[in-house]
């Protein structure tokens, strides 16, 4: 048994909940730990946490189908709300701690800022949560309506980057710091920082103690995105619809093949696709749009290779050679001369690709 009281047979058994959706088993065994004296802080971030990451892993490599990612993920939040109903309310003193936990926009993983949001509360925070995809509309309405003294928020996909930027620039706008935290923000929150972040946490418990340190919290943060970096991103935007069809009309006659494959999101062909494939295909074409976009505006193309390998790597469980990808690289840059930075990002990507490639045919 390890320093939390969480055993590899525990997280074994918890992983067996979620790839049954075992609503009951999993409460059982999560709330169980907490009532034999295990702190909920470390159930919810050394069991449900690491749990769902296998999860998305086990969805990536193709093991499970995305209504098993849904169910599986229906079960660690309600384990979530369990554990944090099952732990004793700890006794604030002094003045409270006002902190509000919101999602980026366009972000629906609610899980991690869910978790965050019950870890605050267990150390004395005051929380109110807004759950996921808040416009800076919403954001700032609240902000205004209840004050609080920091907003926390969470951002897990990339492409995702420049809404966050919104949020951030909105909340610096009505006084308000801002706490980042989750992968999209890059590796040790160098995106977070880069969009003007006050602080960033790789964690729920990191979060409450960095908050903690530096209560109150200020603004000392300080976007670094550049003007030109601005203008590209917003041409990508707007050019987006004629991007996605030109995508969609190169991949249609390069790989028709990925048309018969349901395991891989069915590209949007023509008009006469349902409403399904064209929605899913959309959505498909349109996240490497997007990360190349985002990639644009924060100035590293490293979130637009990051995609590219996560696309890749999908594909290759799938028995798919990920050419496609390459094909499309290559698509964008004959369609984005004029755009110095788009062409840049674009080239590392296909350095990525190249590379990949050849390592893929080189003999262990």
Request: net charge negative; glycine share 10%; proline share 5%.
């Given at each position: 048994?390890?320093?939390?009281?969480?055993?590899?047979?525990?997280?074994?058994?918890?992983?067996?909940?979620?790839?049954?959706?075992?609503?009951?088993?999993?409460?059982?065994?999560?709330?169980?730990?907490?009532?034999?004296?295990?702190?909920?802080?470390?159930?919810?971030?050394?069991?449900?946490?690491?749990?769902?990451?296998?999860?998305?892993?086990?969805?990536?490599?193709?093991?499970?189908?995305?209504?098993?990612?849904?169910?599986?993920?229906?079960?660690?939040?309600?384990?979530?709300?369990?554990?944090?109903?099952?732990?004793?309310?700890?006794?604030?003193?002094?003045?409270?701690?006002?902190?509000?936990?919101?999602?980026?926009?366009?972000?629906?993983?609610?899980?991690?800022?869910?978790?965050?949001?019950?870890?605050?509360?267990?150390?004395?925070?005051?929380?109110?949560?807004?759950?996921?995809?808040?416009?800076?509309?919403?954001?700032?309405?609240?902000?205004?309506?209840?004050?609080?003294?920091?907003?926390?928020?969470?951002?897990?996909?990339?492409?995702?980057?420049?809404?966050?930027?919104?949020?951030?620039?909105?909340?610096?706008?009505?006084?308000?710091?801002?706490?980042?935290?989750?992968?999209?923000?890059?590796?040790?929150?160098?995106?977070?920082?880069?969009?003007?972040?006050?602080?960033?946490?790789?964690?729920?418990?990191?979060?409450?103690?960095?908050?903690?340190?530096?209560?109150?919290?200020?603004?000392?943060?300080?976007?670094?995105?550049?003007?030109?970096?601005?203008?590209?991103?917003?041409?990508?935007?707007?050019?987006?619809?004629?991007?996605?069809?030109?995508?969609?009309?190169?991949?249609?006659?390069?790989?028709?093949?990925?048309?018969?494959r349901p395991d891989i999101p069915n590209i949007?062909?023509?008009?006469?696709?349902?409403?399904?494939?064209?929605?899913?295909?959309?959505?498909?074409?349109?996240?490497?749009?997007?990360?190349?976009?985002?990639?644009?505006?924060?100035?590293?193309?490293?979130?637009?290779?990051?995609q590219l390998a996560f696309a890749a790597a999908?594909?290759?469980?799938?028995?798919?050679?990920?050419?496609?990808?390459?094909?499309?690289?290559?698509?964008?840059?004959?369609?984005?001369?004029?755009?110095?930075?788009?062409?840049?990002?674009?080239?590392?990507?296909?350095?990525?690709?190249?590379?990949?490639?050849?390592?893929?045919?080189?003999?262990?």
């Amino acid at each position: 048994m390890n320093a939390t009281g969480i055993t590899d047979a525990v997280r074994a058994d918890f992983d067996v909940c979620l790839a049954d959706a075992d609503e009951g088993g999993a409460l059982e065994l999560a709330v169980g730990l907490v009532t034999s004296g295990v702190s909920a802080e470390d159930v919810l971030l050394g069991l449900v946490a690491p749990a769902q990451v296998r999860v998305g892993e086990r969805w990536e490599s193709g093991e499970w189908t995305v209504a098993q990612e849904h169910a599986a993920t229906h079960v660690s939040r309600l384990t979530v709300d369990a554990v944090a109903s099952a732990a004793r309310a700890p006794v604030g003193g002094g003045s409270p701690r006002h902190v509000l936990v919101a999602c980026g926009d366009g972000e629906w993983h609610v899980l991690p800022s869910h978790i965050l949001a019950e870890v605050l509360r267990l150390r004395g925070f005051q929380v109110r949560s807004l759950g996921g995809s808040v416009s800076p509309h919403e954001l700032l309405s609240d902000v205004h309506q209840n004050g609080p003294d920091v907003v926390a928020l969470s951002c897990t996909l990339t492409f995702n980057l420049p809404l966050a930027h919104r949020q951030i620039e909105t909340c610096r706008c009505a006084g308000v710091p801002v706490m980042t935290g989750g992968p999209g923000f890059g590796p040790e929150g160098i995106w977070a920082y880069a969009l003007g972040a006050d602080l960033y946490a790789a964690d729920a418990r990191d979060a409450a103690e960095a908050l903690l340190r530096h209560w109150p919290p200020v603004l000392r943060g300080e976007s670094s995105v550049q003007d030109g970096a601005v203008e590209e991103y917003a041409a990508l935007v707007r050019r987006r619809p004629d991007l996605l069809a030109h995508l969609a009309h190169v991949l249609r006659d390069v790989f028709p093949g990925l048309r018969e494959r349901p395991d891989i999101p069915n590209i949007p062909y023509s008009s006469g696709s349902s409403g399904r494939e064209h929605e899913e295909g959309t959505e498909f074409l349109g996240r490497l749009l997007d990360s190349l976009a985002a990639a644009v505006f924060v100035g590293d193309e490293r979130v637009f290779t990051g995609q590219l390998a996560f696309a890749a790597a999908y594909f290759s469980a799938r028995s798919v050679r990920p050419r496609c990808l390459l094909a499309m690289t290559d698509a964008l840059a004959d369609r984005l001369r004029g755009s110095p930075r788009t062409l840049g990002t674009l080239s590392a990507g296909r350095r990525y690709l190249v590379t990949r490639e050849a390592d893929s045919r080189r003999p262990e």
